[in-house]
């Protein structure tokens, strides 16, 4: 695939290499080619032609200096646009209630559960809290377990009822559990759900209305492809979740499926995670994610060479 | 209920008025399938096979154009020179041994406890190997599996090693005269070389008991995944000769069509697919039903 994109760009920075000035037939090619790139990188397919039109209209008409190619000026302006699209700087949890309490979200598979189990051991030893995880998963087999054993390797206790096959007083009484013993962080697991489920989405709206979180975490998989608008929006309009999470980033896709979620819900991602260990986390940094879905890697040598 | 706009409402928006195919439908054509996830390349492919079908048929209008779509399609589904699958049903080997594997989470142990349920009620005894030793209750999960559907479960403690968890598993199968023979494994992103290795040796040591097992090595995708699953599919491919897919998740919004283009690009057919969480929800891939559902 990377390789398929440097061709790529590789063809496009050749047709504006060694012209003056940029105009609608020289920008034309390339513009194209970079939209086909963001399209395999799995950008939405709205975003990424407003992207480019929008990239156009910056670039048309500049006068460019003798010092750079009209392939860095467009590099540059896309890359500009880009981090400014992912949002600035990174954005941080409010976890300024006791308890905070942070609900988690998202599809069948995305990495919630593991995810959960990150976050209370970075809440702990990097935000010096108390936390208490919540096992509200009730159909996944062994959901429960599951948690327990992250629990049990980042030394945070789980509130579970093996009884109850009611997610909505599980999460209730996981954050009394929470208030009578002192915990300042409650963390809700809950069951992956598809976004057309409507009774599943109706019961996490009644775990988010009995629990009344301060953060809501939707929880998306970095490898989604067109679906990730969909999904986030569904999410978003059901729940107006505070910020989202991308998971599974140690992979080698390119991620385009989180600039479809700022663009179309413009809530911020607030964590990657990088792996299936526990430390595997980390705080997004949007110009990181800028690169990787340009493949600025591949952008930044490609200008070298023109 | 689902709420995915159709192929057909927005063609026969673009069609209105006109007899031909011009630039606008064509432009809807790569809409509808790029946001379907059938990826840049292999819309291209389509839309030029369509041009040229429309070039050389002259006049074509919506229904006419919905059909040509389709065959083409699933034209492109065939090139893998499969047919159908028909039955939860196999022949000749005694075990036959499947080996799933794909990356973390996209539906594996499920996919397995769906399957053990069909080969099951087609009169097959199964048995289930815990070869994911690594995630967090994974042995837990799989074994609850076999406890819902009344199949045998194969496991070693948290940890240990997985190709010996096959191993015994396969061997199990024979002493047992078991039929079938499903080996679960961990979740592996394709991009990790040690835990590629790790599949190959799994494979390795099935064969000493049974030579030529596994006989089917599924690769699971999940539908909702991007042009990802192309480079998933060659890397699992390269590490452990993938001969089946599965599609999981396909009762959500997302489509599925990356696998438009694999099919075509690695002649892997794709045999099942996941419809739900319940143990019901398996069903055989079928090209055409594939294809309506995306002109829904
Ligand atoms: N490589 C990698 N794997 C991850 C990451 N996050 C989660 N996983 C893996 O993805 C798989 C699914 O993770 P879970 O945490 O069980 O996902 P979930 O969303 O809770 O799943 P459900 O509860 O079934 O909906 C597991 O194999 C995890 O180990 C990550 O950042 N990188
Ligand atoms: N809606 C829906 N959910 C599915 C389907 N198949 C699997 N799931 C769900 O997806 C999640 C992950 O499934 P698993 O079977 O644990 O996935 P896995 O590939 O074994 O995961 P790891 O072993 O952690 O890599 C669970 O919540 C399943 O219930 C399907 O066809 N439809
Ligand atoms: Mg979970
Ligand atoms: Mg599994």
């Not at chain 1, 896309?78 to 990174?90: C, I, K």
């Amino acid at each position: 695939m990377f390789q398929n994109l440097q061709d790529k760009l590789d063809r496009a920075f050749k047709v504006l290499k060694g012209q003056g000035n940029i105009t609608e037939i020289n920008v034309a090619e390339t513009m194209k080619e970079i939209r086909k790139a963001l399209l395999d990188a799995d950008v939405n397919y709205k975003t990424a032609k407003a992207f480019t039109d929008e990239v156009k209209q910056k670039a048309l008409g500049q006068n460019v200096l003798t010092s750079i190619s009209p392939g860095q000026l467009l590099t540059k302006i896309m890359n500009d646009e880009l981090t400014a699209l992912m949002g600035g700087s990174a954005t941080e949890l409010d976890l300024s209630k006791s308890p905070t309490v942070i609900l988690i979200a998202g599809l069948n598979g995305a990495g919630k559960t593991t995810f959960s189990g990150k976050l209370a051991k970075f809440l702990k030893e990097k935000k010096g809290k108390k936390p208490l995880l919540v096992a509200g998963d009730v159909y996944r087999p062994a959901a429960i377990d599951q948690l327990q054993v992250l629990g049990q390797q980042v030394d945070v206790p789980v509130y579970a009822d093996t009884e109850s096959k009611d997610p909505i007083g599980i999460a209730k009484a996981g954050v009394a559990e929470a208030k009578q013993k002192g915990y300042n962080v409650v963390i809700v697991d809950t069951a992956g759900r598809l976004a057309i489920d409507e009774a599943l989405m109706n019961e996490i709206s009644a775990v988010k209305e009995a629990t009344q979180p301060h953060e809501i975490l939707f929880v998306v998989d970095a490898m989604t492809g067109q679906d990730a608008v969909n999904t986030a929006k569904t999410f978003n309009d059901r729940l107006d979740f505070t910020g989202a999470v991308l998971t599974k980033l140690d992979g080698d896709t390119r991620g385009g499926a989180a600039l479809s979620i700022k663009s179309v819900v413009n809530k911020p991602i607030k964590f990657i995670g990088t792996g299936e260990k526990m430390e595997a986390l980390d705080v997004f940094h949007p110009d990181r994610m800028a690169s990787r879905i340009l493949g600025m890697g591949d952008v930044v040598s490609l200008v070298e060479r023109a | 209920e689902k709420t995915k706009e159709g192929f057909l409402s927005k063609i026969t928006k673009a069609m209105v008025g006109k007899s031909t195919v011009d630039d606008q439908v064509l432009d809807e054509l790569e809409e509808v399938l790029v946001t379907s996830d059938v990826g840049v390349s292999t819309t291209l492919k389509i839309i030029e096979r369509i041009q040229a079908r429309v070039a050389r048929d002259k006049y074509v209008n919506t229904s006419e154009l919905n059909a040509i779509l389709r065959e083409e399609i699933q034209a492109l589904l065939a090139e893998n020179n499969s047919s159908d699958f028909e039955h939860f049903e196999y022949g000749e080997h005694k075990p036959y041994v499947i080996m799933v594997v794909g990356v973390n989470g996209v539906g594996k142990t499920t996919t397995i406890g769906k399957l053990a349920h069909q080969l099951k009620e087609a009169g097959n005894s199964v048995v289930l190997g815990a070869a994911d030793t690594f995630r967090a209750a994974a042995v837990d999960q799989i074994r609850l599996w076999g406890e819902r559907v009344g199949v045998r479960v194969v496991a070693q403690a948290m940890g240990s090693d997985p190709a010996s968890v096959a191993f015994d598993t396969v061997k199990s199968a024979v002493a047992n005269g078991d039929d079938v023979a499903i080996i679960d494994t961990a979740g592996r992103l394709h991009n990790k070389v040690a835990l590629m290795n790790e599949l190959t040796k799994i494979k390795q040591v099935m064969q000493k008991v049974v030579p030529g097992a596994p006989h089917e090595i599924l690769l699971v995708l999940d539908a909702s995944t991007g042009q990802n699953a192309i480079e998933q599919c060659r890397q699992f491919t390269q590490a452990t000769d993938v001969n089946a897919l599965a599609l999981t998740k396909l009762d959500g919004t997302a489509k599925g069509g990356v696998v438009i283009g694999i099919s075509d690009q690695f002649k892997i057919p794709v045999k099942y697919i996941g419809v739900g969480e319940k143990v019901g929800d398996l069903q055989l891939f079928n090209k055409k039903e594939f294809v309506d559902s995306l002109f829904k």
